[in-house]
C-alpha cells in the first residue's frame, strides 16, 4: 500500500517521504512547487526522493478540487496520507492572507473530502502548528490549553485545519491526527526560518534582524525529531470506539525553551564568525516564548526529542555550506 504525502517538496515533506521510502513504504508526493520560496531547492530535494524506488510525484495545487480527486483515483493503493502541504510563515500571512485561506483552509477541505471516498483509508495524519497557542503565557504549552485567540491569521488558518479535521472525523468517523510543530530546524530547511536567515546574513557580511531586543524563546525542534514523531503518529491510527471521534491531537517539539541568543551564538559558533545585529520591535503576530509539553506525546507515539540545538545547529551549517558551496 501507498503513502501519499503531501507538500514532498517541502521541508518536512521531502524528510518524512525520505524515511518512509527507507523503510520500504512507497510514497506518492503531491506538490504545487510554488515560488514562495526558491523553487530549486524544492526541485532538487525531489531529485533525491525520485532517485529511491518507490516515489513517484503529482505536481498539482491541493487546494484544487479535480487535481486532488483525479490523483486519488489514478492511485487506488493509497491507505494513509501525510498532508503537510500548507503556505507557511506568520508574516507572509499579513501581506498574503487569500493565500493562507486558501491553501490551509480550503486545501484541508479538498483534501478529507477526497480521504472520506478512499476506501481502505486507514489514517491522515496533518501538520498544525505551534502558533495555535497565541500569546498564551502558562507555559509549557500543554494540548490541554485552550487556543481560540491566535495572534496570526497563520496560526487561525491551522487552527481552522484542526476543527475541520475533527468536524470529519465526527460526521465520517475518518481517523486523524494533528501535530503541532515547534519551530523546527535543519538540513534542507525553509530560507525563510530563522536558522536559514542568520547563517546567510551572516556569511554575507550582513546584519541579522533580532526582535525584542533579543528577549525571546523558542522551543527548536530538529528536523529529524519530527520526522521520528510524525512516522509513530502515522503508524498509530486514532481508535473509533463509537462514541467519540477518531481524532487525536499531540505537540512535537524538544520540549526545551531556548533563548534566542543561545541559538545565534551557535550559528555564529558554527559558521566559525560573529554576526551583526540588527535590534527590533517585537513584530505583530510574533510571541516571545514557545515551549512544549510532550506529555501525551510520549505516552502515545513512543516520542522522545534526541536532538540538541548544540547538536543540531553545526549539523544545519554543514548541510548550508555544502548546499551553497561555501
Not at 22 to 43: H, I, M, S, T, W
Not at 167 to 181: D, Q
Not at 221 to 241: E, K, W, Y
Request: with cysteine; hydrophobic share 45%.
Amino acid at each position: 500500500m501507498t503513502v501519499l504525502v503531501t507538500g514532498a517538496a517541502g521541508f518536512i515533506g521531502f524528510h518524512v517521504a525520505k524515511a518512509l521510502l527507507e523503510r520500504g513504504e512507497p510514497v506518492l508526493g503531491l506538490d504545487n512547487l510554488n515560488a514562495y520560496y526558491d523553487v530549486k531547492l524544492k526541485q532538487t530535494r525531489l531529485a533525491i526522493l525520485h532517485a529511491a524506488k518507490g516515489f513517484s510525484l503529482v505536481q498539482a495545487d491541493i487546494a484544487d478540487p479535480e487535481a486532488v480527486t483525479a490523483a486519488f483515483a489514478a492511485h487506488p493503493a493509497l491507505d494513509r496520507v501525510v498532508h503537510l502541504a500548507a503556505q507557511a510563515g506568520v508574516r507572509h500571512s499579513m501581506k498574503d492572507p487569500h493565500a493562507y485561506v486558501r491553501s490551509n483552509v480550503g486545501g484541508q477541505v479538498v483534501l478529507l473530502e477526497a480521504c472520506r471516498r478512499l476506501k481502505g483509508l486507514r489514517h491522515v495524519v496533518y501538520a498544525s502548528s505551534s502558533s495555535v497557542y497565541g500569546g498564551n503565557a502558562k507555559l509549557p504549552f500543554s494540548i490541554h490549553d485552550r487556543t481560540d485567540a491566535p495572534l496570526s491569521l497563520y496560526a487561525a488558518s491551522k487552527k481552522e485545519q484542526e476543527l475541520i479535521a475533527h468536524a470529519y472525523a465526527h460526521i465520517w468517523r475518518l481517523p486523524v491526527t494533528g501535530l503541532r510543530f515547534f519551530t523546527v530546524y535543519g538540513p534542507w530547511g525553509r530560507p525563510d526560518m530563522a536558522a536559514y536567515i542568520f547563517a546567510r546574513r551572516i556569511m554575507a557580511g550582513e546584519p541579522i534582524p533580532v526582535f525584542n531586543n533579543g528577549d525571546m524563546r523558542r522551543d527548536f525542534t530538529f528536523i529529524g525529531d519530527i520526522v521520528a514523531g510524525v512516522i509513530a503518529a502515522l503508524d498509530r491510527p486514532p481508535a473509533d470506539d463509537g462514541r467519540h471521534p477518531p481524532a487525536k491531537l499531540y505537540n512535537l517539539g524538544n520540549s526545551r525553551s531556548e533563548p534566542l541568543p543561545r541559538y545565534i551564538a551557535l550559528i555564529e559558533e558554527a559558521l566559525g564568525r560573529k554576526a551583526a545585529i540588527e535590534h527590533l520591535p517585537l513584530q505583530p503576530g510574533d510571541v516571545k516564548e514557545t515551549y512544549a509539553d510532550i506529555e501525551e506525546s510520549r505516552r502515545d507515539l513512543g516520542f522522545e526529542p534526541r536532538v540538541s540545538i548544540e547538536e543540531g545547529i553545526p549539523r544545519f551549517i554543514a548541510w548550508f555550506r555544502e548546499y551553497h558551496k561555501l
